[in-house]
């Protein structure tokens, strides 16, 4: 398969003149968690881990209007990533899991012969390939096993904290005996940091405690069910995560579109180097 059959056209796209500002409200906007820094070649890409980073750093102590007004003083260029790893529109999807997988990347930008951005893709598009695959692992094998959680008291400045300090997207909510009230992921945070910005009002961000944000209900799978069942039920409810509970309820595992693109690059070379045995 193509990647151009997979790829998310109109790409999320900001001049290397933009403002942080402008950066926050196309990422709100456009829902794909990074945006690209192009004129009109691909310079630099930030990413939501990226941008909550940066607007925690130009909040340390407490946030004022005036913290948040200088964002839209401060070029994105001068925070973004680059050069940044593309891939051709023509290129096999393999290369693309490949690359996310041993990079540990996201997403990958999709260039068109004109080194012009013509899209991009994330783990949540290449989990149709699952589509084409036997079923042949359970989620036991890739889900991971110790997992953080948070209360749902806490403030949303620690739990984003905590998600960038761990390197992950996601933190299952708990109450104070350990029972699963919901999730909350660097998705949420970044959609609140932004109104926040858009909006130069430090509270839309900082008076937010975990509970008032967290989605629920929180959706779930048995361990021994397939990896292909995983993907499915995360792309069908737009999700990229299910979390494993054990018969007292409690959370047992989480698995996410991370876990299931490593299966997936696994589960593909494990059949090419079959096919090369027989
Ligand atoms: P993510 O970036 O959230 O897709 O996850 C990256 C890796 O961290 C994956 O292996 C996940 O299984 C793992 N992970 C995600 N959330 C948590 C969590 N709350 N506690 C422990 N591990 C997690």
């Excluded at 829902?31 to 940066?54: F, H, M, Q, Y």
């Excluded at 989480?254 to 079959?274: F, M």
């Amino acid at each position: 398969m193509l990647v151009k059959t997979l790829e998310i056209l109109n790409p999320p796209v900001i001049s290397d003149k933009d403002n942080l500002t402008i950066a926050f409200k196309k990422i709100n906007e456009r829902g794909i968690g990074r945006i690209i820094i192009a004129n009109p070649k691909v310079e630099g890409i930030l990413s939501t881990r990226d941008l909550l980073s940066i607007f925690l750093s130009f909040c340390t102590n407490g946030c004022t209007q005036g913290d948040l007004y200088k964002l839209s003083t401060v070029e994105a260029s001068q925070y973004m990533t680059s050069p940044v790893t593309v891939i051709t529109e023509n290129a096999d999807t393999l290369e693309a899991i490949t690359l996310m997988v041993t990079r540990n990347f996201g997403s990958l930008v999709v260039i068109n012969e004109q080194g012009i951005p013509s899209g991009i893709i994330t783990e949540r598009e290449l989990l149709l390939e699952f589509q084409d695959l036997d079923p042949l692992f359970p989620v036991y094998h890739f889900m991971t096993k110790k997992v953080s959680t948070i209360d749902q008291h806490t403030d949303l400045t620690t739990a984003t904290k905590q998600m960038l300090r761990r390197g992950f997207r996601r933190l299952p909510v708990v109450d104070e005996d350990k029972n699963v009230l919901g999730i909350i992921t660097a998705a949420d945070s970044i959609k609140s940091a932004a109104k926040s910005v858009t909006k130069l009002d430090p509270d839309i961000f900082f008076a937010k405690t975990v509970k008032d944000i967290m989605r629920t209900p929180l959706v779930v799978i048995e361990e021994d069910r397939s990896i292909n069942e995983a993907a499915s039920m995360m792309i069908e409810k737009s999700i990229g995560s299910l979390v494993i509970l054990d018969d007292a309820g409690k959370i047992k595992g989480i698995i996410t579109e991370r876990d299931l693109l490593i299966a997936l690059h696994y589960q593909i070379h494990l059949s090419y180097v079959g096919k090369l045995k027989t």
